[in-house]
């Protein structure tokens, strides 16, 4: 295997959010052995930042669910595929047109922004923008986020996504009622794609491994891929194998296998 390419949150990371030292040193095995290990993130950069000493020789991290590529120990982007303010908005305004009561929050390069009624299941992160939807959208922004304060996630999800159509695409990465919303075309399989092409290594040549419906696009595009044991069963039905927990190491345990 040529490229290792890995989500983060319940693949990657135990549930504490730390790498365990069995899988640093499967990555650092992998490494060594020549292989490119890429993190694959729905994660916005910032939260890339503690994982540098992970990164690998390159760097580089995908965020956004693919539409930010990130140079992790200079803490630059060096690739956007944003999504274009206006399309934004019209989603924005079909979604809260379908979902009465969705709130809305951007990821803009490195900047987090908000309605003033938005609440996230996160910590709000200092220097967040907080502004109308028309104001945060004025832009191009790498993701709009969206969640509801009383549905339950599967009701929410079904319905939000089912008004985005071909304008954008549309994705989640968790248990909560949180929609994520991209450029059209824009995954974690296009980016992924395009820096394995920059680096001259086929589908074939990378094993991906993921846990939630925003990596099915990179399981099912992956020479060979991996559903953690705890993963949602859309990632199940688009990966070619299965791997223990991200609690028991499953990365780490299949990378010591490909790379003994």
Known sequence: MKVVATDLDGTLLRGDGTVSPRTRAALARAEDAGATVVFVSGRPPRWIDVLAAEVGSHGLAICANGALVYDVRRREIVEEHGLPGDVAL?????????VPGATFAIERRLTFGQEPSFRGTWPTPDGTVVASLEELLAEPVSKLVVTHPSLSAAEFVSRAAAVVGSLAAATYSGHAAVLEVSRAGVSKASALAA?????????????????MPNDVPMLAWAGTSYAVRNAHPDAVAAASNRCPSNDEDGVAQVLEKIFA
């Open 90 to 98: 019209e989603v924005a305004r079909a979604i809260r047109a379908n």
């Open 195 to 211: 820096l394995c092409g920059s680096l001259g290594v086929d589908a074939h040549d990378v094993v991906a491994f993921g846990d």
